[in-house]
């Protein structure tokens, strides 16, 4: 699953589009989102039941009960996430870009913008304070980790990144989980090297920083590093468009296979 940033855009999009398959994230967001909106929690499971009902035909409201439960009690204790600006200072670029391996670097990079987000924009209604608070943690999947890095390796060089960022303890693995690193190199008392404001592709600073060319998408506006000379769309956008051009395709398929049959 990746990493969902603009929360309240995903439950619309959702609510408009659809699902093919129904998970609990799913419903777990838009539960937050329709109390955001002021329903209450009555009317919000009568809602979540009947998108169930509407994305999924074989949905059982009594088989599963249990995940609308979860997701009406996920609501009750946690807040929709707006994002906010958050700032990478020059400290935490320089330490970065001492790894002189580019694909590490934009790596470690979306780990720490990964880390800093969630830890600004925590969506629990009630925190405890413990003694690890200063401490910035990165809980997001390798996997999301490398889809926003933009980058591909192999298990076996996973394994040896983590032994190499380890030994020079610019990150530190925790007891909770194999996805929970504590990040060694935060330095919040640097001046700010930039600004993060456009989630939808983050490693697009850390790419234009270091020197790449960067165009932006000619319909939505985000910035993403130049391929080609024909390259004018994100990868976001061209998928979308790849499937709406594949949709209308279909359609005029099964609509001349209907009229001359």
Request: proline share 3%.
């Given at each position: 699953m990746s990493i969902i940033f603009y929360e309240y855009e995903y439950c619309q999009k959702i609510i408009d589009r659809g699902a093919k398959t129904i998970t609990q994230r799913d419903l777990n967001y838009l539960a937050k989102y329709w109390e955001y909106e002021g329903i209450i929690y009555s009317q919000i499971q009568k809602n979540i039941e009947n998108f169930c009902l509407k994305n999924?035909?074989?949905?059982?409201?009594?088989?599963?009960?249990?995940?609308?439960?979860?997701?009406?009690?996920?609501?009750?204790?946690?807040?929709?996430?707006?994002?906010?600006?958050?700032?990478?200072?020059?400290?935490?670029?320089?330490?970065?870009?001492?790894?002189?391996?580019?694909?590490?670097?934009?790596?470690?990079?979306?780990?720490?913008?990964?880390?800093?987000?969630?830890?600004?924009?925590?969506?629990?209604?009630?925190?405890?304070?413990?003694?690890?608070?200063?401490?910035?943690?990165?809980?997001?999947?390798?996997?999301?980790?490398?889809?926003?890095?933009?980058?591909?390796?192999?298990?076996?060089?996973?394994?040896?990144?983590?032994?190499?960022?380890?030994?020079?303890?610019?990150?530190?693995?925790?007891?909770?989980?194999?996805?929970?690193?504590?990040?060694?190199?935060?330095?919040?008392?640097?001046?700010?090297?930039?600004?993060?404001?456009?989630?939808?592709?983050?490693?697009?600073?850390?790419?234009?920083?270091?020197g790449e060319i960067m165009i932006n998408c000619s319909e939505c506006g985000v910035k993403t590093a130049k391929r080609s000379n024909r390259h004018f769309m994100c990868a976001d956008c061209s998928k979308e468009k790849r499937r709406i051009v594949i949709n209308n395709n279909a359609k005029k398929y099964y609509m001349n296979k209907i009229l001359y049959k």
């Open positions: 999924d035909k074989n949905f059982n409201l009594i088989r599963n009960f249990q995940m609308i439960t979860r997701a009406l009690s996920h609501a009750k204790n946690n807040n929709i996430r707006f994002p906010t600006p958050i700032i990478i200072t020059q400290a935490e670029i320089n330490i970065i870009r001492s790894i002189d391996d580019y694909i590490k670097e934009k790596f470690l990079f979306s780990m720490l913008v990964c880390a800093k987000f969630f830890k600004n924009h925590p969506s629990k209604k009630h925190i405890k304070r413990g003694k690890y608070d200063n401490t910035l943690y990165s809980n997001n999947s390798i996997k999301d980790i490398q889809d926003i890095s933009r980058i591909k390796f192999t298990k076996k060089e996973w394994y040896e990144w983590k032994y190499e960022f380890t030994t020079k303890a610019l990150i530190t693995p925790t007891i909770f989980d194999d996805s929970c690193w504590a990040i060694g190199f935060q330095n919040e008392n640097s001046e700010p090297c930039f600004i993060i404001e456009d989630y939808r592709n983050i490693i697009a600073y850390y790419q234009e920083y270091c």
